[in-house]
């Protein structure tokens, strides 16, 4: 069975940090894994993805042109995690994140804009003044 859990959301001030993490049923080493955000009244959007572990990476990644210099995808394979690391966090940032997979091995289903499979139960971001 496939399951993906975030944890690491909270609220924090403008300018503020937070460590997302995704922990998963299977190993994640071998799998595209992306993290998602949805804010009331928005659509949900990608942030980010990091494509399956290769001989000389941890996995390409991507990023949402609004988060690209704040945010930074990785992986924690002590314990078969993926953590998005959000600095500089901003009033456009509160949302519930996901983290999602298509249980593929490149990014594509993010970079193509297409609904992933899998997806996790979400975790809340709050950001304040």
């Known amino acids: 069975q496939v399951q993906l859990v975030e944890s690491g959301g909270g609220s924090v001030q403008t300018g503020g940090s937070l460590r997302l993490s995704c922990a998963a049923s299977f190993t994640l080493d071998y799998y595209a894994i992306a993290w998602f955000r949805q804010a009331p009244g928005k659509e949900r959007e990608g942030v980010s993805c990091i494509s399956m572990i290769d001989s000389v990476s941890d996995g390409s990644t991507y990023y949402a042109d609004s988060v690209k210099g704040r945010f930074t995808i990785t992986r924690d394979n002590r314990d078969n995690t993926v953590v998005l690391q959000m600095n500089n966090l901003t009033p456009e940032d509160p949302a519930v994140y996901y983290c999602?997979?298509?249980?593929?091995?490149?990014?594509?289903?993010?970079?193509?804009?297409?609904?992933?499979?899998?997806w996790g139960q979400g975790t809340q971001v709050t950001v304040s003044s």
């Open positions: 999602a997979t298509d249980l593929n091995t490149e990014c594509t289903f993010y970079t193509s804009n297409t609904h992933p499979t899998y």
